[in-house]
């Protein structure tokens, strides 16, 4: 039997300086694995679903994100999902409309799933280094991956590597 080779491209790793200045331009620490993943595998790349997106662009569609959005609390602790036009119809603001920036602020983008659909990384509050899916475009809302950057990781190459031994 013929062996696979694997071939895992990410982008170059960040050095130290890089993700301290990161951190301190958004007056945050990133989830250690997240941020030794950066340090000593790669910034971006290789990944699930259309791959990882490098530090720079965690939030690369927001044009309206305020400064310290990093910095505000992630505002869930479970599943949300409510009815869009309910929403809107009582939103405070442009900012708590159903895709409002409130409802993922404390979070980067890290992948993008397909459809408008990302994966987040909550950076700030309570659920602090955990996944989440932003699939507010199909109206699911945001949820929890149950998981952390690291373990979500891991069960992608895990995953992966099933599949090539399957073929």
Not at 9 to 33: G, R, Y
Not at 74 to 89: C, E, L, M, V, Y
Not at 112 to 125: A, D, K, R, T
Request: aromatic fraction near 16%; include cysteine; charge should be negative.
């Amino acid at each position: 039997m013929e062996q696979a080779n694997i071939f895992i491209s990410c982008n170059p790793p960040l050095t130290a300086d890089e993700v301290s200045a990161f951190e301190q331009k958004h007056s945050i620490i990133l989830p250690e694995d997240y941020r030794n993943f950066l340090r000593f595998i790669g910034n971006g790349g290789a990944g699930p679903y259309y791959g990882l997106l490098p530090l720079h662009m965690y939030n690369w569609e927001l044009d309206t994100v305020q400064d310290h959005f990093l910095t505000l609390p992630f505002p869930h602790q479970a599943a949300w999902r409510p009815n869009s036009g309910t929403i809107d119809k009582e939103a405070l603001d442009e900012n708590h409309t159903y895709f409002g920036n409130y409802w993922v602020q404390g979070t980067m983008r890290i992948c993008h799933f397909g459809c408008g659909v990302y994966i987040l990384l909550v950076v700030s509050g309570p659920k602090r280094g955990t996944i989440w899916f932003d699939d507010r475009t199909s109206d699911y809302g945001i949820y929890p991956a149950e998981c952390d950057f690291l373990t979500w990781y891991e069960t992608w190459l895990d995953d992966s590597l099933q599949n090539l031994k399957a073929d």
